[in-house]
């Protein structure tokens, strides 16, 4: 392995109905990377007409959600009233703060006619200073968002700063979220500028620094060090980071904080129905039962 790869993460395949997810954060060699705290790597499937992705009603703290799409639909609706269909490479970014309620559900026109889905959901944890800020929600279409190419690599900046361009998307720490496609033989190289750094490989061919990357495996960077990645047949790739956050994150089920006591308080008002409802929408998903030790 070479000496620029601090770790290899490997995923946890669940199933959360009529599509595979990849869990590769939180793993025990990196609970975070920069900011994100969770990646799931969604499919590609092929949903098949009058079926659909449906994610009942649930609540989120302490972090914000990013939906990234390569392929399909979804519509995400949410307790502070926001409606908002998000399609490939637009981004979704909604801050939980001290409490948010949404649901994500496959388009009515798209599950009459089927569709394939395939993309990125992360968390970010927030900093201490806005873990409790006012919920909020903002949709960035894929026309906003600044492209690079260089040396065979297309290089789309979801979030923050990377490769001397900036992001519209508001963020609370310093991140690196970039889409990056390569071409056949596609060389780049990712500075040290960001103080931690992850490379997923979605699909295709990869290295870093000539050592070769799993699909659906991700990659935790040394810091301090520029690294080349390269392509031979083709690859598309996320990179994810940024500064790392003070003190201790915890998470259990759709909850992150800098203490339990946040996360028992929110457990027990989602229990009581008292953390908002999605407009519409009757259904919710309980509290998951602790399994016995």
Do not use: C
């Not at 960035?140 to 992001?167: K, M, N, Q, Y």
């Not at 061919?205 to 080349?228: C, H, K, N, Q, R």
């Not at 953390?275 to 519409?280: A, D, K, S, T, Y």
């Amino acid at each position: 392995m070479s000496s620029s790869i601090k770790a290899v993460l490997k995923p946890h395949t669940r199933d959360i109905g009529n599509l595979l997810v990849r869990r590769v954060l939180p793993a025990l060699a990196a609970r975070l990377v920069g900011p994100f705290i969770f990646f799931d790597h969604m499919g590609p499937a092929t949903l098949e007409p009058g079926s659909g992705v449906d994610v009942r009603p649930h609540p989120h703290i302490g972090l914000a959600t990013v939906t990234y799409l390569f392929d399909g639909a979804l519509m995400h609706r949410d307790s502070i009233g926001s409606e908002q269909k998000i399609v490939p490479g637009d981004v979704n970014w909604m801050t939980a703060g001290r409490g948010i309620v949404h649901s994500e559900r496959t388009p009515e026109e798209s599950r009459a006619t089927g569709l394939a889905m395939h993309g990125i959901q992360t968390w970010v944890a927030l900093p201490l200073d806005h873990e409790d800020t006012e919920p909020s929600f903002f949709h960035h279409a894929a026309d906003t968002l600044p492209e690079i190419e260089r040396d065979g690599v297309t290089l789309r900046v979801i979030a923050g700063t990377a490769f001397g361009a900036t992001s519209p998307v508001e963020t609370f720490s310093g991140t690196l979220y970039v889409a990056a496609d390569f071409a056949p033989g596609g060389t780049v190289a990712l500075d040290a500028g960001h103080e931690e750094r992850g490379v997923y490989l979605v699909e295709g061919d990869l290295s870093i620094d000539g050592t070769p990357l799993d699909p659906a495996t991700m990659a935790v960077l040394v810091p301090g060090e520029t690294v080349t990645l390269a392509s031979p047949g083709g690859a598309r790739v996320m990179l994810l980071g940024g500064e790392r956050l003070e003190g201790e994150r915890f998470i259990e089920w759709n909850f992150v904080a800098s203490s339990r006591e946040k996360i028992e308080a929110a457990k027990a008002a989602w229990t009581r129905q008292e953390m908002g409802h999605v407009p519409g929408e009757t259904e919710w998903i309980p509290l998951p039962e602790k399994k016995p030790r």
